[in-house]
C-alpha cells in the first residue's frame, strides 16, 4: 500500500534561519508530489507541485522554494525564513492515471519566531 | 481563474439536525470536485468526490452534487453526529494537475 511521510511534525526557527522540509512516498513510482501551506482564515495554499523528478512548477511567488531529487522525495526550502512562512505545511501525492485523489501527509508545523 | 468559495463557520449544529456547507467554484473548463475533511489533530482525507456534471458524491452520509448550471457543489447531511465535528475543504481540480482548496468550514456538533 501507498505511504507518504513528512518531517519535521513540528519546528520552532528564529526569522533569518533556513528551512528543509521533506516528504517521502512509498509503495507507488512517478507520483505527482505538492507542497501546501494552511493557514488560519486562508485555508489551503497551493505552494509547489511536480510532475516529475526535478520539474517544479510554482503557484505563489514567494520566500520558499522545492526540490525533487528523487521520484518520490519532495523538499520544501527556505535560505532565510520570514515571520509570514508560520504555518501547516502538507505534502501531498496524486497517482498517475487516478481520478484526480490527492493523499494527504500528516502535516508539519512551522512556527517562526 | 480558479477559486474555490466555500461557506465561512464557524458552524455549530446539535446532533441530529441538517447540514449544509455551500460550496462554488470559478467556472472554468470541466473540473473534478472534492470534499475532504480533517478531523482534529489529523491530517485532510478524501470524503467524496464527483468528476463530472450532476454526479453525487456520497460518503459516511454525506452527499454533493455536481452542479454545472449553478457551479456550485454544497455537502450535505441529513443528521450530523459528534464525530462529524472537523474541518470541511471543497476543492477543485481543473484539467492539469493543480487541485484547488476553499477555505475551510469548521463544524462543531454538540450532544
Known amino acids: 500500500s501507498q505511504t507518504i511521510h513528512q518531517w519535521p511534525a513540528t519546528l520552532v526557527q528564529p526569522v533569518g534561519s533556513p528551512l528543509s522540509l521533506e516528504c517521502t512516498v512509498e509503495?507507488?513510482?512517478?507520483?505527482?508530489l505538492y507542497w501546501y501551506r494552511q493557514a488560519a482564515g486562508r485555508g489551503l495554499q497551493l505552494l509547489f507541485y511536480?510532475?516529475?523528478?526535478?520539474?517544479i512548477s510554482s503557484e505563489v511567488p514567494q520566500n520558499l522554494s522545492a526540490s525533487r531529487p528523487q521520484d518520490r522525495q519532495f523538499i520544501l526550502s527556505s535560505k532565510k525564513l520570514l515571520l509570514s512562512d508560520s504555518g501547516f505545511y502538507l505534502c501531498?501525492?496524486?497517482?498517475?492515471?487516478?481520478?484526480?485523489?490527492?493523499?494527504f501527509g500528516e502535516g508539519s508545523r512551522l512556527t517562526v519566531l | 481563474g480558479n477559486s474555490v468559495t466555500q461557506m465561512e463557520g464557524p458552524v455549530t449544529l446539535s446532533e441530529e439536525a441538517f447540514l449544509t456547507i455551500n460550496c462554488t467554484y470559478t467556472?472554468?473548463?470541466?473540473?473534478?470536485l472534492f470534499w475532504y475533511v480533517q478531523y482534529p489533530g489529523e491530517g485532510l482525507q478524501l470524503l467524496l468526490k464527483?468528476?463530472?456534471?450532476?454526479d453525487k458524491g456520497s460518503n459516511k452520509g454525506f452527499e454533493a452534487t455536481y452542479r454545472k448550471e449553478t457551479t456550485s457543489f454544497h455537502l450535505e447531511k441529513g443528521s450530523v453526529q459528534v464525530s462529524d465535528s472537523a474541518v470541511y475543504f471543497c476543492a477543485r481540480k481543473p484539467t492539469g494537475n493543480q487541485f484547488y482548496f476553499g477555505t475551510g468550514t469548521s463544524l462543531t456538533v454538540i450532544p
Open positions: 509503495g507507488t513510482s512517478n507520483p505527482n
Open positions: 501531498a501525492w496524486t497517482g498517475q492515471g487516478r481520478l484526480g485523489e490527492l493523499f
Open positions: 511536480s510532475v516529475g523528478i526535478g520539474q
Open positions: 467556472a472554468t473548463g470541466y473540473p473534478s
Open positions: 464527483a468528476t463530472k456534471a450532476d
